[in-house]
């Protein structure tokens, strides 16, 4: 395999996963890549075990507290959201590899099976019944009728609901179905949807390798919180954790991007017990960067292809 790899010599890299399936057949459901195909993440695994130094989040946590520089070629292991084949396949995977990792449960969707926003819209256009949308910022409708007309409207739907606080994001789910001639649903209970069940959380939590952190309640974004609001969304879900017996010491700030955070969200989680909450912004961690600032890197089979060179690629 190649040499050009997000390790650095004097740094830290944390990875960014969600979740892990056996085949991709989404192709616009999952077109980032956001659920790997089991072959890629081993692939991706075994290619850093051989080539860095795994930690977890307590170690990071503590490495940095002692003031001592990050190992050379360290990496640490990170899962968003809690879906369950978090549980089913990637667990083992990191267990024979003997990797740690942290898991950061959004406690309503295991709560109730909920499905993200995002999952919900993507699931609406992939099915479409129709080939117009229209969007309630946008003048003319746009088209969904290929699945490259598809992408790009889920990218322009991402951008906006993610930088505009006063959107309505569930008015905005209903008129996509309705417009999209889409049965309405808030879960499933496919390789793309199912998320864990408690038990499958207490037992992550369980293991010798594994952390179970905050990823919020509703996974709302929480610097879009007024003080009440944001009290509630991390009350509720580190309090949720805590009564299934989980110590809670790590989160991660939903969405993640540096305007999903601010100095008032970082006081509150520290206030909570939190000491680490990386956020979605790519990059490598140095000794100086805030443990509350912590960059992430997203792999997909696209943006990381030296990791999987001579894998097959995904189906389409």
Not at 24 to 33: A, E, I, K, S
Not at 150 to 159: P, S, V, W
Not at 199 to 225: C, E, K, Y
Request: proline share 7%; hydrophobic share 40%; aromatic share 8%.
């Amino acid at each position: 395999m190649t040499q050009m790899a997000p390790l650095s010599d004097d740094g830290l890299t944390i990875l960014l996963f969600h979740g892990v399936i056996e085949r991709q057949v989404n192709p616009v459901r999952n077109y980032l890549g956001k659920h790997l195909e089991r072959v890629h993440f081993v692939a991706m695994l075994e290619w850093l075990r051989e080539h860095g130094r795994p930690m977890s989040m307590d170690e990071v946590y503590a490495c940095h507290q002692s003031g001592e520089p990050y190992p050379p070629r360290s990496f640490a292991v990170t899962f968003d959201d809690g879906f369950e084949n978090n549980h089913r396949l990637a667990a083992p995977i990191l267990a024979d590899q003997n990797i740690p990792a942290t898991f950061y449960i959004t406690t309503d969707f295991v709560q109730s099976n909920r499905m993200s926003w995002i999952d919900r819209i993507e699931h609406a256009i992939e099915n479409a019944g129709r080939s117009d949308l229209r969007l309630p910022w946008l003048k003319t409708p746009m088209r969904v009728a290929s699945t490259a007309e598809k992408i790009a409207c889920l990218e322009i739907i991402r951008g906006r609901v993610k930088r505009d606080p006063k959107l309505d994001v569930n008015a905005l789910i209903a008129s996509v179905f309705e417009q999209l001639d889409v049965d309405d649903c808030a879960s499933g209970t496919g390789p793309l949807d199912m998320k864990l069940s408690w038990p499958q959380v207490a037992s992550l939590a369980s293991h010798p390798l594994f952390t179970v952190g905050g990823h919020g309640h509703r996974h709302a974004i929480l610097s879009f919180l007024d003080p009440p609001s944001l009290a509630e969304e991390l009350d509720t879900c580190v309090g949720i954790l805590r009564s299934q017996g989980m110590s809670v010491s790590h989160f991660a700030y939903p969405e993640g991007l540096t305007h999903c955070y601010s100095d008032e969200v970082i006081a509150a989680l520290k206030s909570r017990g939190i000491v680490t909450s990386p956020t979605a912004m790519p990059g490598v961690n140095t000794r100086e960067t805030d443990l509350f600032e912590l960059h992430r890197v997203m792999p997909t089979p696209h943006s990381l292809s030296w990791l999987t060179e001579g894998v097959p690629a995904c189906a389409e």
